[in-house]
C-alpha cells in the first residue's frame, strides 16, 4: 500500500503543473471527420484497416509543437499514443501488426514525442484507449481476458521504453461498465515500473468523480466545468477538465468552431479557482501538422500565462473567499494572496474604450491586515479599504488607461 505523503507530493506536482496540452492523432485524421468516424460510420474493421496503408505522417512535427506549448505556458503534454480505433502510434514489438511500425511512416511516432518534450522541459504524458474496434477479442466479446492481456503488455511497453514519463491518460472503460477490466492489475504494472506516474482514466461525459480503480490520481471532467465529485472518493485526487479548441478532439477540416481566445483564458482561470488542471486540446490534421489558427491562439494565451505566472501555477484557492461574482482569490505557498478578476469590458459600463473610471468591488474571506493592493502586471496601486468586522475589502478597480486588457485581470494583495 502506497503511503499518503508520496501520494500527496505526486498530487501537488501534477497540480502545480497547471496546464496542459492535449492532442488526438491516429488514422481517423486522414478522414478528416473527427476520431469517432469508425463508429459514426459503421465502418467494419476489415474495411477500415487499410486507412494504415496511406497513413502519413510527413507533417507530425512535435519539436515544433512543443515550442508553441512552450510559449503558452503549457507544462505537460498528452498524446494519443492509441485511440478506439486500435492503431498505436509506437512500436508494438509484436504485439500488433496495427502499428505506426507496418505504416509507409515506419517509425515510433512517440518515440519521436518524447524526446520533443524533454527538449523543450514539458513533461510527457500518454493517453491509451482501453477499448479496441479493430481487436475481435474486444469489439465481439470472443475473449475479453485476452483482450486484457494484450493491452496490459502494451501499456508495459510504453512504461518501459521510453524513459520518465508523467502520467497516462486512460479512455473507454465506460463502452463495457460490466466487464472485468482488471483495473488495478494494470496500475499496478505502472506502479511497478513508473512509479511517480500519474493515473488518470476518463469516466466519459457526465460521470465525474467515478473511479476505476483506487491507484487512480486524477478526476477527469471532460468538456465540463471541474464543479461535481463523487463524495465517495474519500482519497487524495487531483482534477483536470479537457477541452477542446474546436467542437472536435481530433481533426474536422470544417469545424470552424472555435473558442475564443478569451473563452479559453477565462475558463482555464476558472479551473484554476477551483484547484484543478486545465487541458487544452489541439487537433494535428491528417499529416500531422497543427493548424496554423491554433498556433496563433498558443501564442496570445502565452501572453497571459507569462504575465501571471506565479498566481497562475503557484497557487492554491483561497478558503472562505467570495466575490459578487467569478472573481476568486489564490494564495501562494509562500503566503502571497492574488485576487483574479474577471469580465472588465463585458459586464462594467465604466469601463471604456478610453479607460475612464472605476469600478468597487467587495470581496469577503480575507483575514489578513492588508497593507496595499496593487496590479500584478503593473504594479498601479489601487485604493481599498478593509472592514475586520466581516473580513471584507472594496477595492476600486481601475482599467488600463487605453481601455485594452486580457478578460481576466491579477491584482496583488500585499499583507
Not at 512500436?91 to 509507409?104: A, I
Not at 486484457?148 to 479512455?171: A, V
Not at 477541452?243 to 483564458?265: C, G, L, P, R
Amino acid at each position: 500500500m502506497e503511503n499518503n505523503e508520496s501520494i500527496t507530493s505526486r498530487i501537488s506536482n501534477f497540480e502545480n503543473l497547471g496546464f496542459g496540452l492535449f492532442m488526438h492523432y491516429g488514422l481517423y485524421s486522414q478522414v478528416k471527420r473527427g476520431e469517432w468516424i469508425q463508429w459514426i460510420d459503421k465502418i467494419p474493421a476489415s474495411e477500415y484497416a487499410p486507412l494504415i496503408n496511406t497513413f502519413n505522417a510527413d507533417g507530425f512535427n512535435p519539436r515544433e509543437t512543443m515550442a508553441y506549448a512552450k510559449k503558452a505556458g503549457m507544462k505537460y503534454a498528452v498524446l494519443t499514443t492509441r485511440h478506439h480505433e486500435g492503431f498505436s502510434l509506437y512500436d508494438t514489438k509484436g504485439l500488433s501488426d496495427f502499428d505506426v511500425m507496418h505504416s509507409p511512416v515506419g517509425k515510433d511516432l512517440i518515440r519521436i514525442y518524447v524526446d520533443a518534450c524533454n527538449e523543450f522541459d514539458i513533461i510527457p504524458f500518454f493517453y491509451h484507449t482501453t477499448i479496441d474496434w479493430h481487436d475481435e477479442r474486444y469489439y465481439n466479446r470472443t475473449d475479453f481476458d485476452g483482450y486484457i492481456d494484450y493491452l496490459h503488455k502494451s501499456i508495459e511497453l510504453l512504461c518501459t521504453n521510453y524513459g520518465k514519463i508523467g502520467g497516462f491518460w486512460f479512455d473507454g472503460n465506460w463502452d463495457a461498465p460490466n466487464e472485468n477490466w482488471r483495473a488495478d492489475e494494470m496500475y499496478e504494472i505502472i506502479r511497478k515500473h513508473q512509479p511517480d506516474c500519474i493515473i488518470a482514466n476518463n469516466p466519459g461525459i457526465g460521470f465525474a468523480g467515478k473511479i476505476y480503480g483506487q491507484e487512480e490520481d486524477v478526476i477527469c471532467f471532460e468538456q465540463g466545468a471541474p464543479d461535481v465529485i463523487d463524495s465517495g472518493n474519500t482519497r487524495l485526487r487531483a482534477k483536470e477538465m479537457s477541452q477542446t479548441i474546436n467542437s472536435h478532439w481530433a481533426f474536422w477540416a470544417k469545424d470552424t468552431s472555435y473558442k475564443s481566445v478569451n473563452e479559453i483564458i477565462k475558463m482555464m482561470c476558472y479551473c484554476r479557482s477551483k484547484g484543478s488542471n486545465y487541458l487544452l486540446n489541439l487537433t494535428p490534421n491528417d499529416i500531422g501538422n497543427i493548424p496554423t489558427i491554433q498556433k496563433g491562439m498558443l501564442e496570445i494565451i502565452g501572453d497571459f500565462t507569462k504575465e501571471y505566472a506565479k498566481s497562475f501555477y503557484n497557487g492554491k484557492p483561497l478558503l472562505n473567499f467570495k466575490s459578487e461574482n467569478e472573481d476568486f482569490a489564490v494564495k501562494t505557498k509562500d503566503g502571497e494572496i492574488y485576487i483574479f478578476a474577471y469580465d472588465f469590458y463585458e459586464n462594467d459600463p465604466l469601463y471604456s474604450v478610453n479607460g475612464v473610471g472605476t469600478c468597487r468591488k467587495t470581496y469577503t474571506g480575507i483575514t489578513s491586515d492588508i497593507k496595499s493592493i496593487c496590479w500584478a502586471d503593473n504594479n498601479e496601486k489601487l485604493e481599498f479599504s478593509q472592514d475586520k468586522t466581516n473580513n471584507s475589502v472594496s477595492i476600486n478597480e481601475t482599467n488600463f488607461k487605453d481601455g485594452t486588457c486580457f478578460p481576466v485581470r491579477v491584482m496583488k494583495l500585499c499583507i
